[in-house]
């Protein structure tokens, strides 16, 4: 279980969340909203990574919030923040249909980076513009059904469905979590010398 | 009775004084009523008498009283006289002083007036001083008094200069406005013809002159982008002659390698110069606060030359094309173009020098910007400010090159650091008598230059994903190598080949023989097996301890890092990721605890067992003769001890010290567990528990002396079983159970005594039931 560190210093889980997306779409936007609980103006582009520590509301859960820089030349700093993610929040902006075709991208790069237990959400921002709006609810609906993945549509500006989505997210972790432990035995990508099964070649046959 | 509370009613009613009323009394005609009656007045004509009496002796105080009032009124008459004299008087106090006041305001209304009045004097006396002092000075070409006679000019009230213009001097005065206004005209153009005449000249002294003219003119903006305009025609001209010098010159071996950093470096340190030298004049000519205008005009240049330096060292080096090669090596496993990691060397020191360069001079210009923002007013660095010192730092082409530089630096490092790593765990051997092999020596020295080499470029994000990168590296891959090489196993133990005879070797290997295919695990290839694997646990140990030591390092490194100023953000985002490094280590023990597990298993449960269970082919149900030929030759424990002694001698040369011990105590657990087994098998006389007793005391003896963890606890139960054995009687239990027991606290169950009890041939089971424990 790579993705869970369990009982260190004063908490039982805590979880990376790392938002990644195109530049301006409004990732950093959305996590201020949810740890700062307000809405950025004039927020530039974000250099390299910042990072965040949140309390989440259910029974005390803490998550690692990372924010990353959309713009291309960040890109390699972003990607090693990949594989030890527990959710990847995919961040399009509604409004911007290059944004939306950037995700067959994004999501090879999640293919490539990531570990294949981590938790995607696609989520499509900036709702409040509604009469901008270039990429429909249904298509990016499909999109995510046929990725597997979680969608959710949110309006940092107007704080809408931001907690809902760090919330629903730190629940399906902490869930999974829970079932990881139950199951560790059987993971789908058993990690060498994790699990208290490993079985060694046996090499006394010669007894 | 109902006729009495009638009674009552009626004498509130009549309202009289007595309680009784006449007419209540009229209307009486029982005799026992009337004197009821009766004698109720009577007590109440008692009451009043004496009422009567007290207020009879009240007159003669209330007599004085009186006279001393009579006394007193025409006092207060004269009182009363006084008191509207007195609010007479105020009245008139009062008028009085308003009327005072009131003039005092005028005269404090005139006063001002006449203050503004000689203030219009002074100006107009000024502005017709101005105009003469112009034209002389301007004749005299002495710009700088010129100059002062405009900003004097230009200080002045305008409105009074309006107003000045409707007085009775007005035709004066306009004239003198006009000659002024055209003076202020002709001394700018002058100043900027001159200015960049001295420019052209590059005449440093007639450049500083006139620059310290514009803002005398109200031209600071002008001059701040003329002069400097002016120093980036000079940072330009120097730092195409370096360029070239870099491309073209010969250089040494040793400075070519790092020439472009080199060049980067002079450029900015250049700038930095030009910054200091000017940021005096500036503050004095200018005022604070204007010194960010400069640089933002110097850093146009910084940035056009930082580009053309970064276009030749990408140029050059052929940085893109490494990248290329290093991303296709790194996404498909096929052999394609590679690049020996070495190769790399000399690049990603330049880069990362260049970043450092870059971010130390960035550092300077926050610095230098934030200071002269704070001469003139602390508070008045407002957001906005800020906000615009961020952009320009963080948002310049200077910044953004480097950063592009960096995206391409992390995955070439990265590429650096797998490649090497794996080009160790190739060539890994190790040397006889060592306790690791040299991979893990190797592998945490590529770690540890390729983190500090991201270090050096004082770029935290840089480094943050370099920590990030080396921590999968070793979680993931590094430790499957060793958890690979684990997975092999520890092979049947040389004792076990010799307990069967070198014969039966020989035999197995000529059947091998005979069937055609030879069995490579020959004798010789075991031992080695069996090295391999436990120099595996030493490695897995030291590297747990190496991953610490590394996160430990790193933060002083840190510490270092962050005096020279980095936000709290910056430092949380490396502390962040460097307690990652902290669950890898952890893994590491992990699998270090379970290689142990399985060596206890394999290689000493089996020969460990028969050991133990021999003990059942040594009778224990003995008689004193028994016994002593016991003591002469001892039939079982020193034998056992000889074997352990043999079994863990291989181990502990081959062994870390702290996994020896930990392998002894798993050892130790795996004895006591098995001897309790076998005991609970056996059946005793009473010697015979004494013997065992013996035996178990020489056995704990030795292997306290074999492990530094404690023993007694481990064989707690034992030695509680033997105490049980050498009982003289069932009941004797008695004196060392419940409230008996004393300092010793039992680990067996009542249940369990009985059973130990139980193997005592000679005590009768009747007894053992009765026991109450
Ligand atoms: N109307 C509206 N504007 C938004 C919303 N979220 C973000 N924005 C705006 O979009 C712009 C970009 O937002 P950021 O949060 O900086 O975008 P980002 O994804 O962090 O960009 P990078 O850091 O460059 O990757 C800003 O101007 C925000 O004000 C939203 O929900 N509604
Ligand atoms: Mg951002």
């Known amino acids: ?207 | 009775m109902a006729d009495s509370s009638a009674l009552a009613a009626k004498r509130y009613d009549s309202g009289s004084l007595s309680s009784v009323s006449m007419e209540t009394i009229s209307t009486l005609t029982e005799l026992e009523d009337l004197e009821k009656v009766y004698q109720q007045l009577c007590v109440e004509e008692k009451e009043v008498e004496a009422q009567l009496d007290r207020l009879v002796g009240q007159e003669g105080a209330i007599h004085t009283k009186m006279l001393a009032l009579q006394r007193m009124g025409p006092n207060l008459q004269l009182i009363g006289g006084d008191a509207s004299q007195l609010s007479g008087m105020i009245t008139f106090t009062c008028s009085l002083a308003e009327n005072v006041s009131q003039k005092v305001r005028q005269l404090d209304l005139a006063k001002t007036r006449l203050y503004n009045v000689i203030q219009r004097a002074d100006d107009i006396l000024d502005l017709k001083f101005c105009t003469d002092g112009v034209q002389t000075a301007l004749r005299n070409e002495d710009y700088e008094q010129a100059a002062a006679h405009i900003h004097r000019y230009l200080s002045l009230d305008q409105s009074v200069i309006e107003l000045s213009r409707q007085g009775e001097e007005s035709s004066a005065v306009d004239a003198s406005l006009v000659l002024l206004q055209e003076a202020e005209q002709k001394l700018k153009v002058i100043v900027a013809e001159k200015l960049d005449e001295a420019v052209a000249a590059v005449d440093l002294a007639q450049v500083e002159r006139f620059f310290k003219i514009f803002p005398l003119l109200g031209l600071h903006q002008q001059g701040l982008a003329r002069f400097g305009q002016y120093l980036c025609s000079q940072l330009a001209s120097k730092a195409e002659e370096n360029l070239l010098l870099a491309t073209g010159g010969d250089l040494g071996e040793k400075r070519a390698l790092m020439i472009f950093a080199d060049t980067l470096t002079l450029l900015l340190e250049g700038i930095a110069r030009v910054i200091e030298t000017h940021q005096p004049i500036v503050e004095t000519y200018y005022g604070p606060g204007h010194l960010y205008i400069l640089i933002t005009h110097l850093q146009q240049e910084c940035d056009r030359q930082a580009q053309k330096i970064v276009d030749k060292f990408i140029l050059q080096r052929g940085y893109h094309n490494k990248f290329q090669i290093v991303q296709s090596s790194m996404m498909k496993s096929a052999p394609g173009e590679r690049i020996e990691p070495r190769e790399l060397d000399p690049v990603l020191a330049e880069v990362t020098l260049m970043n450092a360069r870059a971010e130390l001079y960035l550092r300077f210009l926050r610095r230098r910007i934030m200071a002269d923002f704070e001469v003139g007013d602390a508070q008045s660095i407002t957001q906005e400010h800020q906000q615009n010192v961020e952009k320009l730092l963080k948002h310049c082409a200077l910044s953004t090159t480097m950063q592009e530089l960096i995206g391409y630096y992390i995955p070439m490092e990265e590429y650096y650091m797998r490649e090497s790593v794996n080009k160790a765990v190739a060539m890994d051997s190790y040397e006889k008598g060592q306790l690791t092999s040299i991979m893990v020596d190797d592998c945490f020295y590529i770690v540890k230059k390729c983190i500090s080499r991201a270090l050096s470029s004082s770029s935290i994000d840089c480094l943050c994903a370099m920590i990030n990168h080396a921590n999968s590296l070793l979680e993931s891959d590094f430790r499957e190598v060793l958890c690979n090489k684990l997975r092999q196993g520890f092979p049947a133990t040389t004792l076990q080949d010799i307990q069967r005879g070198v014969s039966s070797a020989v035999s197995l290997m000529q059947s091998s023989l005979q069937q055609g295919k030879f069995n490579t695990m020959g004798i010789e290839s075991t031992e080695n097996a069996k090295a391999a694997f436990l120099v595996t646990l030493n490695n897995v140990e030291v590297c747990s301890e190496n991953i610490t030591t590394l996160k430990r390092n790193l933060e002083n490194d840190c510490t270092k890092l962050f005096s020279q100023g980095f936000g709290s953000g910056e430092q949380a985002k490396i502390e962040s990721c460097l307690s990652d490094l902290i669950s890898t280590s952890t893994k590491f023990k992990d699998l270090l605890q379970e290689g142990l597990t399985e060596l206890n298993t394999t290689a000493i449960k089996p020969q460990v067992k028969p050991w133990i269970s021999s003990f059942l082919s040594i009778s224990h149900n003995i008689e004193e003769e028994e016994f002593n030929d016991y003591e002469a030759n001892d039939p079982w424990v020193q034998q056992l001890i000889v074997n352990l002694e043999q079994l863990m001698a291989e181990f502990k040369v081959a062994l870390s010290p702290v996994i020896y011990d930990t392998l002894t105590s798993l050892m130790t657990s795996l004895i006591s567990i098995e001897m309790e087994k076998t005991v609970l098998k056996c059946s005793f006389s009473r010697l015979g528990g004494l013997q065992f007793d013996k035996e178990l005391r020489s056995l704990v003896a030795y292997l306290t002396t074999v492990t530094t963890w404690t023993i007694r606890d481990k064989f707690a139960r034992l030695t509680q079983m033997a105490t049980i054995l050498n009982l003289e009687r069932v009941t004797e239990i008695l004196d060392y159970w419940g409230p008996n027991s004393g300092p010793l606290t039992w680990r067996l169950t009542p249940a369990e005594v009985r059973q130990v009890l139980a193997l005592r041939n000679d005590f009768r089971s009747e007894d053992i039931k009765r026991l109450r424990l």
């Open chain 1, 1 to 207: 279980m790579a993705r869970v560190r369990m009982s260190m210093e004063d908490y039982d889980y805590l979880f990376k969340i790392v938002l990644i997306g195109n530049a301006g779409v409004g990732k950093t936007c959305l996590v201020r909203r949810f740890t700062q609980g307000l809405f950025p103006p004039g927020q530039g582009a974000t250099i390299g990574v910042d990072f965040m520590i949140k309390t989440v509301e259910i029974k005390g859960e803490k998550v690692k919030i990372w924010d990353t820089a959309g713009q291309e030349r960040f890109r390699s700093i972003t990607q090693s923040y990949y594989r030890s993610a527990n959710a990847l929040i995919l961040t399009y902006d509604i409004t911007c249909e290059d944004s939306f075709r950037c995700l067959p991208e994004w999501l090879r790069e999640i293919e490539q980076y990531a570990n294949n237990q981590v938790v995607t959400i696609l989520v499509g921002n900036k709702i409040d513009l509604a009469e901008k709006r270039e990429v429909h609810r249904q298509r990016a609906e499909d999109f995510a059904d046929s990725q597997s993945m979680l969608y959710l549509e949110t309006s940092a500006k107007e704080s809408d469905n931001v907690e809902k989505l760090f919330l629903d997210l730190a629940c399906e972790l902490i869930r999974e979590a829970k079932q990881n432990k139950l199951d560790n035995n059987d993971n789908d990508r058993p990690m060498p010398g994790e699990g208290k099964t490993i079985s060694y070649l046996n090499c006394c046959s010669l007894t």
